[in-house]
């Protein structure tokens, strides 16, 4: 992986509100891992709005920092993996199958997960998940603003694959070997294109708050849950108040807004 320079390091840096630290740390890891929660977006808008999802070093960069954006966990753990691998850390791309609600896992490469110096699980791009990385190492329950978290081998028994549990629930399957980002086009394609897809049924852009809560616009649909699960929702009623919304709550400008590929029924 070959670094950023000094002048993108230091503007991605800028994006997460952050001070380039003196040495790749776990304390450092955590940090950047949750500052990257608070103010890059998990969003799908690209797909509503007809725009490319475009999984190179430069595309990600220009996307999350000079364009302020968000984006999918392909360009979020991707981007993520470019600055921690500048940095001075050891970062592996995992692919991951995410379990759906009839407890099977789904496709391959349905997800990218981050495996920092051999020992972390970095994943800034799976939405509702852990605040800070996860320790691999770990063989017990993990508690994290996030939930309850365990990592354990494949229930299966496939050799070498793991299955994240958050609150006992299965999040996703995996797999342990590394692999380049070019190996997640397929994934995104089928995630930006397939009507099977959840992310292709409407636009949904969503952050954790500086208070550890999550902040979330669905559709036309504002939701604000507290660190104490407390729960809000607005309904926007017009376009003007939905461009509020993302420029307010996200710093994301739009001259339009993103229309579903594939609405829900």
């Not at 996307?63 to 970062?91: D, M, Q």
């Not at 629930?169 to 897809?197: C, I, N, Q």
Request: aromatic content about 6%; some cysteine; charged content about 30%.
């Amino acid at each position: 992986m070959e670094p950023l320079d000094d002048a993108r390091t230091d503007a991605y840096l800028r994006r997460l509100g952050a001070v380039r630290p003196e040495r790749a740390t776990g304390g450092s890891l955590r940090e950047l891992h949750l500052l990257h929660l608070r103010t890059v977006p998990f969003e799908n808008l690209a797909i509503h709005l007809g725009e490319e999802i475009a999984l190179t070093r430069d595309a990600l960069f220009d996307k999350i920092v000079t364009a302020g954006r968000g984006g999918i966990c392909y360009e979020l753990n991707g981007g993520f993996a470019e600055l921690l691998g500048t940095l001075g850390h050891r970062v592996e791309l995992l692919q991951a199958r995410v379990y759906g609600k009839d407890g099977g896992p789904g496709i391959p490469y349905d997800h990218l997960a981050l495996r920092v110096d051999g020992r972390w699980l970095a994943d800034v791009g799976f939405g509702e998940h852990s605040t800070y990385p996860l320790d691999l190492d770990e063989t017990g329950e993990q508690k994290d603003p996030g939930g309850v978290f365990l990592v354990r081998a494949a229930g299966d028994g496939t050799e070498g694959d793991l299955d994240v549990l958050r609150d006992g629930v299965p999040a996703y399957r995996l797999e342990t070997r590394p692999r380049a980002l070019a190996d997640f086009r397929t994934g995104a394609w089928w995630h930006s294109t397939s009507p099977e897809s959840g992310f292709t049924r409407g636009p949904v852009c969503s952050r954790i708050t500086e208070h550890g809560g999550r902040i979330t616009l669905r559709d036309r649909t504002l939701i604000a849950t507290s660190a104490d699960g407390d729960r809000t929702e607005e309904e926007l009623a017009t376009d003007d108040e939905v461009r509020a919304a993302y420029r307010g709550e996200f710093g994301i400008v739009l001259d339009r807004l993103p229309v579903a590929l594939h609405p829900r029924p």
